[in-house]
T-cell receptor
């Protein structure tokens, strides 16, 4: 089955700097790659997603890139703010609707 | 519009006890899921349902049962709780082609 690896496990950045989280996946049939943000005591919330027919997607300060050949995708957060501090999860799916395989998560800490 | 609601929020069980976690969604989603979250392991799929009356096993189904008698509800049961089932449980729902919406979780401790 699908295996998703996520790095780094923790990331500390200064406010205003950029943060990058990388994930690799094993199943070449995977075609949907969402990113979730989880704040303390809450459930994960989708922040951005990308499908396999697209190489890059942006939404304000957040962008995701996908390299299908290398089977990896990355989350980029620019101009980080303290409210970006959270755990971020990448995921992959061979369905577009839902059986997601998650990475282990990255704890991001943005220091003022 | 509440989204996905999980009850209870916290529960402590003794080994061998049983319990049911309830998930309710008000978005008319066809698909519902139960995941468990453990430190350093991300979220792992326990069971899922593609419609009322249907259920299927996910990655880690052993020790759990589920039922989807109504479209809006998805129940997760533990018949004989074990310490290895200490975890945070998340329910999620989605429609075809739409992302998953998660509840805020149930923290379960089995002593």
């Amino acid at each position: 089955g699908e295996n998703v690896e996520q790095h780094p496990s923790t990331l500390s950045v200064q406010e205003g700097d950029s943060a990058v989280i990388k994930c690799t996946y094993s199943d070449s049939a995977s075609n949907y790659f969402p990113w979730y943000k989880q704040e303390l005591g809450k459930g994960p919330q989708l922040i951005i997603d990308i499908r396999s027919n697209v190489g890059e997607k942006k939404d304000q300060r957040i962008a995701v890139t996908l390299n299908k050949t290398a089977k990896h995708f990355s989350l980029h957060i620019t101009e980080t703010q303290p409210e970006d501090s959270a755990v971020y999860f990448c995921a992959a799916s061979t369905d577009s609707w839902g059986k997601l395989q998650f990475g282990a998560g990255t704890q991001v800490v943005v220091t003022p | 519009n509440a989204g996905v609601t999980q009850t209870p929020k916290f529960r402590v069980l003794k080994t061998g006890q049983s319990m049911t976690l309830l998930c309710a969604q008000d978005m008319n989603h066809e698909y519902m899921y139960w995941y468990r979250q453990d430190p350093g392991m991300g979220l792992r799929l326990i069971h899922y349902s593609v419609g009322e009356g249907t259920t299927a096993k996910g990655e880690v189904p052993d020790g759990y049962n589920v039922s989807r008698l109504k479209k809006q509800n998805f129940l997760l049961g533990l018949e004989s709780a074990a310490p290895s089932q200490t975890s945070v449980y998340f329910c999620a729902s989605s429609s075809s082609g739409s992302p998953l919406h998660f509840g805020n979780g149930t923290r379960l401790t089995v002593t």
